[in-house]
């Protein structure tokens, strides 16, 4: 099966014929879009959110080391 | 209670007495503060030094006798250090003195560094140790403006440098035309300063 | 196999593997979410009954399955933690709970989006339906039990504790809400059990709940990694990583 | 000493004390959230008692709901001064030169915030899941917004009254916690209209009065209950 | 030093802590007159609520008497350790020579005497109120008893963890409510079948069961909670 | 951490360290507490005293390395006074000695007599100044079988007289085979009893 017979095959397939059936959806279109949007929303949070957290301290610590060692060795104030 | 100098008394306090639990703790108390003065309450415990510290702050009116003429505002510490173990130093700080003035957040964190808080204006009070949380409610007598202070065992949980430092604190108020009336069972270093009222005689000396 | 346990216990070799292996999972699981949902949406055919709603199918299942499994691995990470107190169980129980609270969160809206065409309400209590927003708050309560400590070493610990007593109570509580409905079950709402799928529909359908768990096992990866830097912040390999950053940057 | 400064504007003192209050009830994001999802979960134990007919619970919706916010209201009123109370600080409180009156207004404030004004906002949610019709809906917040403020007001008092564990304190405490009976009958009265279709207008505007009462007078009384109780 | 005693027996020590607990309770009549109190509104509540059509709330009786048990179980279980957190008495109580787990159970028994058991006792007086049969009255204290002693246990749970945080009840709830459903429903439905005129024995020993389960294993996650918290 | 005369130790400590909110407060502590010896902790607030005794004590095990051998029951005062405001102190101190042994309510009764409550004994505990709060949990000291006690700032709140007074049963304590470790920022008069842990230095005296 070449690849053009096998696209043919998938366009074939296809259930909506045109984007506005796609985003219609028989009526249905605004609760499942909506549903989907939602899930994209949130799974994209769900990725990013502990990637930033962790550059974002990795980032604090670093700037703390720096700030420590440009500074002459002092001990933590409680006196 | 003679009206002699009277014009700048700070405090005027007439025949105080006070009966606690069917116990007279003293009776016919009469004392003036003027500025300059530095008063040490004395007594063993339960001899009733709290309770005239309330009593002179107004917090406290049943089962008094006598009549306390306050002339100029007070600062009143007493006993808990009114610390919330949830906000931080300055915010606790900062809620202290949004009652008397405004204050800048460069002069809280000025006073917090001066009770050796530096460093620590940002963490929940709950962490700190016991002397520090009372050090925050000490940071106070650095923003206020008011002449009398009344202290309710200020020392308690400072160690000897804080001691130190705040005696100096007290000593700089005084002479620059405060008076301070406190509490406490150590001896302070300021003797030469600090005139006493004895209460378990219920006499003035 | 003692030393892979103890490598386990090992922050910084989790560490590098949980980055190795999310180099390879990660488009792994975003190509299967991808050819998941372009097959869901665009080549199946409409249930006969409810129409194109139907494909919210292809996240709401999905999202529920995990959900569920999800809260197995945050209370096996628990016990594991308090048990053998090994450290690293204790950083993956700690990262299971934002992960399942989402999971479940989509499940419930979608499913609450899906039953307004369906059922014609937003909400119906259904015994699943009540059992999935029970686990929510299984899962919110032990991600704010974390939060509002500050001792972080204590608050894995308290989590643990509390995972350990949802493990017991889990199945208590399902049981009962199932019971509970067939008890009361209304005429009115009966919810079809959904096993007579059709393969078109299926197909896509299992694809997509591989991809939600490789989603899962990724999230899990990646929360696991920011939680060991933070916790791991005065060892030398984080300040390492910290000043390698900074040269980057 | 420092140099004298002035007082400040009383309000910036108020606005000072309900942020503080605000701060220590949320003092982290997630603390926001903590009394939504109790409101969530209180909500869903009802369908578990009950039963899950849908318009057996819509029958109950508005007594729900009101049931929820006593609740909270009661329960969390106890404590609105106890901390500050038990370290010193209602001392200071007493001490600052300050309008008691509006500082106790601003407790009161601060509470009703984290309890009434939260539930209100969020209750057309809840609402929704128990079935309410849509209809009901702006009676239903208005009339917790108004009623739970005076639940609020009229619970200082009683936690005025027995911040310093006197007895007296408490009994006149259960005396006054009756006080909420009308607020109840109004208010769930005033959605139960709504929910038929009725002007519920007549129900809030009593609701109104009373809140008007409640804030001319409950502060007074708070403020003599706070000096009988530090004056141990 | 004084010469060394032994270690009393550990019951003895159980029955002071049990003894303490309830005379502190009795000396702050507040804590136990508010859920009481709030029980009478809300029973009183309901008919306001629902039209007082006897029949509609017969059927709800049930289900209502368990909520507000449930509800006042709930917001008082807060404070089982709070206070002795605050004053440094469960430091005491860690480091006493004593097994803990039978201490937590004593402090338990305290809680469950003061909250569910005294509810158990007047429900009798709730129940006529809003018409639940007589019939059901015995089912309805045996299934308030069992099951508030199982919600203390929990609600213990959730007591001990929380305890060293300092933040608003809020999160306790949050913890414990979803532990709280399985009571919840098998307590209603004990009660509704018994006001049907089915046997409640079933349902009843479901909760016995589920005591005999949280007595087993609820003190260990106390215990085990408390230790954190003290050392947070 | 030699095995030497360990047969008569109360409690090792081994290579103690502790690291509080990113600072190391103490690390390679190791001592030995023996019958006889009465130990001062010593530091300025912050120091972590408050903490080194609450691991001592088995309450704190959060970021600390180190072990702690417990060889003899210990007795434990920390800085909260465990003192139920609703309850009358000879309520407050029948409880807190009931995990211990059962003592009579004559010898409790003692007790409170010794540490100058006489008189105070059923009164509720809200009323009691703050000395005499605290002496109510120092009472305990009376009752105690424990050789080893932990004291964290037992003299605060304490008048003079009660200050010597509770100096003169810690030394009837060490000098009867018991041993004390106690933080104060007072220095004790029984300096020639005291030893010394430093504690900003991190070294054993
Ligand atoms: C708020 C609303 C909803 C929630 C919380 C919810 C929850 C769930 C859960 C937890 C599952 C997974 C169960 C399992 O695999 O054990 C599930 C599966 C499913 N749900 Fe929903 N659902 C909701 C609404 C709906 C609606 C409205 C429909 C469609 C009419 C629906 C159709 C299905 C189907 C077909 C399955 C798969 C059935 C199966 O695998 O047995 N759900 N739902
Ligand atoms: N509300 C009260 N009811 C009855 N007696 C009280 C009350 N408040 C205080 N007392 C008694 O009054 C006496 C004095 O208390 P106060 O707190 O003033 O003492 P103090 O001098 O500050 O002692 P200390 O040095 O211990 O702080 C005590 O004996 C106390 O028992
Ligand atoms: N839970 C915590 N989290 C972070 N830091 C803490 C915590 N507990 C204590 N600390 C810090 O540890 C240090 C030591 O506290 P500790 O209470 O042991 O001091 P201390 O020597 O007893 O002081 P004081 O003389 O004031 O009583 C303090 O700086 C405090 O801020
Ligand atoms: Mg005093
Ligand atoms: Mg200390």
């Given at each position: 099966m070449s690849v053009a017979q096998w696209v043919a095959q998938l366009d074939q397939n296809l259930?909506?014929?045109?984007v506005d059936a796609l985003l219609d959806m028989e009526g249905h279109g605004a609760f499942v879009w909506s549903a989907y949007l939602i899930t994209t929303l949130v799974v994209l949070a769900m990725l990013l959110l502990p990637l930033r957290r962790k550059r974002r301290f990795l980032r604090q610590l670093a700037g703390e080391l720096k700030r420590r060692e440009g500074s002459p060795r002092t001990k933590g104030g409680g006196d | 209670m003679a009206q002699g100098q009277d014009g700048a008394a700070l405090l005027r306090a007439d025949a105080l007495s006070l009966e606690r639990g069917g116990r007279e703790l003293f009776c016919g108390l009469s004392f003036t503060v003027r500025p300059g003065q530095l008063l040490q309450i004395e007594g063993p415990n339960g001899a009733g030094k709290t309770s005239l510290l309330r009593i002179l702050a107004g917090l406290s009116r049943y089962g008094f006798g006598g009549r306390v003429h306050r002339q100029a505002p007070q600062l009143y510490l007493g006993h808990?250090?009114?610390?919330?173990?949830?906000?931080t130093p300055r915010e606790n700080l900062a809620w202290h003195v949004a009652g008397e003035g405004g204050h800048s957040d460069a002069r809280i964190e000025a006073a917090l560094e001066q009770v050796g808080l530096y460093g620590y204006e940002d963490v929940p009070s709950m962490t700190l140790s016991a002397g520090q949380h009372r050090r925050v409610n000490l940071a106070r007598l650095y923003l206020s403006s008011a002449p009398l202070w009344l202290l309710d065992e200020p020392f308690t949980a400072i160690d000897k440098a804080g001691v130190a430092q705040l005696e100096q604190l007290l000593e700089n108020h005084v002479q620059g035309g405060g008076a301070v009336i406190l509490t406490s069972h150590q001896a302070l270093q300021l003797t030469r300063l600090v005139e006493f009222i004895h209460l378990d005689a219920g006499l003035v000396a | 196999m003692w030393s892979f346990f103890h490598k386990l216990g090992s922050p910084p070799w989790l560490f590098g593997i949980a980055g190795s292996i999310l180099r390879w999972l990660l488009p792994i699981t975003l190509v299967a979410l991808a050819v998941g949902l372009v097959w869901g949406l665009l080549f199946t055919h409409p249930d006969f009954?409810?129409?194109?709603?139907?494909?919210?199918i292809y996240i709401h299942v999905p999202a529920a399955v995990v959900a569920l499994a999800g809260y197995y691995v945050m209370a096996i990470a628990g016990a594991v933690s308090l048990v053998w107190k090994m450290k690293m169980a204790d950083v993956a129980m700690r990262a299971c709970a934002p992960i399942g609270a989402a999971l479940t969160f989509i499940a419930l809206v979608t499913g609450s989006i899906w039953g307004k065409p369906t059922w014609g309400t937003w909400w119906v209590w259904d015994a699943r339906i009540t059992s999935m927003l029970i686990l929510l708050f299984l899962y919110l309560g032990v991600v704010a039990l974390y939060e509002a400590y500050d001792n972080k070493e204590a608050a894995g610990k308290a989590c643990a504790v509390l995972s350990l007593v949802g493990t017991v109570n889990i199945p208590i509580i399902y049981k009962s809400v199932d019971w509970w409905y067939s008890l009361h079950q209304p005429a009115s709402i009966r919810f079809t059990g959904g096993s007579t799928i059709d393969a078109s529909m299926l197909y896509p359908l299992l694809l997509m709940i591989v991809a939600f768990y490789c989603l899962f096992t990724c999230c899990l990866l990646m929360n696991m990694r920011a939680e060991l830097v933070e916790r791991e912040a005065r060892t030398n390999w984080v300040r390492k990583l910290a000043r390698a950053g900074e040269a980057r940057a | 000493m420092s140099p004298a400064s002035r007082p400040p504007a009383t309000s910036a003192f108020c606005l000072t004390l309900v942020r503080r209050q605000l701060t220590l009830a949320v003092r982290r994001p997630v603390d926001i959230g903590n009394p939504l999802l109790f409101f969530a979960m209180v909500v869903a134990l009802f369908p578990l008692g009950l039963g899950p007919a849908p318009d057996k619970l819509a029958d109950f919706a508005p007594g729900i709901l009101w049931i929820i916010a006593l609740l909270s209201s009661l329960l969390s009123s106890d404590t609105v001064f106890r901390s500050d109370f038990e370290d010193g600080s209602l001392e200071q409180l007493l001490l600052a030169p300050q309008p008691l009156y509006l500082s106790v207004l601003a407790y009161i404030l601060a509470h009703w915030l984290i309890t009434g004004a939260l539930l209100a906002l969020v209750s057309p949610l809840f609402a929704v899941m128990i079935n309410l019709p849509s209809a009901a809906i702006p009676a239903l917040v208005c009339a917790l917004a108004l009623g739970t403020a005076v639940l609020s007001l009229v619970g200082g008092i009683g936690a005025a009254l027995t911040v310093g564990l006197k007895r007296g304190g408490m009994l006149i405490s259960l005396l006054i916690l009756p006080f909420y009976m009308p607020v109840l009958i109004f208010g769930s009265a005033a959605v139960r209209q709504a929910a038929l279709g009725a002007p519920a207008a007549p129900y809030l505007a009593i609701l109104g009065a009373m809140l008007c009462l409640a804030i001319a007078l409950a502060p007074l009384a708070i403020a003599a209950g706070l000096r009988i109780s530090v004056d141990a």
């Open positions: 259930y909506f014929r045109s | 808990h250090p009114a610390v919330k173990a949830l906000l | 009954r409810q129409g194109n709603s139907y494909r919210i | -």
